[in-house]
């Protein structure tokens, strides 16, 4: 019987330290994921702003699959979808050609915003977030009523953040300017930018947020097309036009070249912006 008590015993032990593990986060690399959220919520008290500020494509369908406009309504969305929207026939949420939301872009086309033209000194004095990450899944859908593709990053390392800007089990999440989808046949397209659509999830993003979070938990970041930097597998880089133009940038040919640059221009604007060396480890001052 003592080989089976003790085996009993290293299986409970196992599994106390496979608990362990996964509550620090150090157990499988999907365990201490965060649930990418359908809904946010501003950081304003409820009494000023109780409508959310995000919304999930899905959340836009009823329990049949249908579109709920009630929730159009809520998000201020419903001008999305005017008398001529197409409709495809195609049922839930999906991802749609580029050549079926030109045809819809040609009558709607969203507000054009002041984009930042810094070059990366700017950026990074003038920076409420500055890291590396993954992008692990994206979701369309409402940002203040203007289509937007919300990225789940998986911060790989950061330079800098506010004491604001809080992760979620290690996440962030970008509203990426753009979104192109159908929800119950009816085509979304648009954003508060133009430019190319979200990239896929598995990309690499260098990030140099301008704003504040929108959201209560301090995880949402509203960022326009020159505050990221996509990063290829062979670790080339694609550069914003901003960027593109800025004489610092040469010589700059890959996320690690660039990762050494941020360090050096952060050390040298420690004693005007930061007020201790950024912490790589959870992105806060210490």
């Known amino acids: 019987m003592a080989p089976i008590r003790r085996r009993k015993i290293g299986l409970a032990t196992t599994a106390l330290v496979a608990i362990f593990l996964i509550g620090c ?8 994921r965060a649930e990418t959220p359908a809904r946010f919520y501003s950081h304003l008290p409820p009494e000023d702003y109780s409508d959310p500020i995000w919304v999930a494509a ?29 409709r495809l026939g195609q049922v839930g949420i999906q991802d749609i050609a580029e050549e079926d939301c030109s045809i819809w872009r040609s009558r709607n086309q969203s507000s054009p915003v002041q984009a930042p033209n810094d070059g990366l000194l700017d950026l990074l004095k003038g920076a409420r977030a500055v890291f590396e990450g993954t992008i692990i899944e994206r979701t369309p859908g409402f940002l203040f009523g203007i289509p937007a593709t919300l990225l789940t990053v ?23 300017p753009q979104a192109s989808f159908s929800a119950d046949g009816w085509i979304i397209c648009g954003g508060w930018q133009e430019g190319p659509p979200a990239p896929p999830t598995g990309s690499k993003v260098v990030v140099l947020a301008q704003s504040p979070p929108n959201d209560r938990g301090g995880a949402l970041l509203q960022v326009s097309l020159e505050e990221m930097v996509f990063v ?55």
């Open 25 to 32: 986060g150090l157990g499988h690399p999907g365990s201490a």
């Open 58 to 86: 899905t959340e836009l369908l009823s329990g049949g699959g249908k579109l709920n406009w009630q929730v159009l309504d809520e998000v201020d969305a419903r001008a999305w979808l005017p008398d001529l929207a197409r």
């Open 154 to 176: 998986k911060v790989t390392e950061s330079f800098w953040m506010d004491m604001e800007v809080k992760p979620s089990a290690g996440q962030l999440y970008l509203a990426y």
């Open 232 to 286: 290829a597998d062979d670790d080339s880089l694609t550069w914003p036009a901003n960027l593109a133009r800025d004489p610092a940038m040469e010589g700059i040919l890959a996320a690690r070249d660039l990762a050494d640059r941020i360090r050096l221009e952060i050390g040298r604007l420690q004693p005007l912006k930061y007020s201790s060396e950024p912490s790589v480890e959870n992105g806060k001052p210490q």
